[in-house]
């Protein structure tokens, strides 16, 4: 066990929060918690798991150094549950060179064999909402 707080934001510990999900203990049962375990496996280095959450049709091909961003904060802004595609919008600060960078993605998360993956980016919010 760690001390260690979550990089997903949310205020307990790694292990009890997404470790449980990265160490495949569990599997997360909506999209939102997909996102957070998923920024949480880019700001550990878990690119095994990254690759079991993204969905098989656009997941690339990843390397370990792929992933070696200095990952600094999480912002989940709204997300949207659905019955087969679910969406997600939120913010990721991450440091490089010495200077801090933002990501603002609204992503499609979609169920797969009975898990919700990542699917892709989306340009807005569908509907306009």
């Known amino acids: 066990m760690t001390d260690r707080y979550c990089p997903c934001g949310?205020?307990?510990?790694?292990?009890t929060?997404?470790?449980l999900y990265l160490s495949g203990k569990a599997y997360p049962n909506n999209a939102e918690a997909v996102m957070r375990s998923r920024y949480t496996a880019f700001a550990t280095g878990n690119f095994r798991y990254l690759k079991k959450t993204w969905h098989p049709d656009?997941?690339?091909e990843l390397q370990a150094e792929d992933i070696e961003t200095q990952w600094t904060k999480l912002e989940v802004i709204k997300s949207k549950a659905g019955l087969k595609k679910?969406?997600?919008e939120f913010k990721a600060w991450y440091t490089e060179n010495d200077q801090e960078h933002l990501i603002h993605e609204i992503s499609l998360f979609k169920l797969f064999k009975k898990r919700w993956v990542y699917l892709e980016a989306l340009p807005n919010w569908p509907d306009g909402k």
């Open 10 to 15: 949310s205020g307990k510990p790694l292990d």
């Open 86 to 88: 679910s969406i997600v």
């Open 17 to 19: 929060c997404c470790g």
């Open 58 to 60: 656009t997941c690339p």
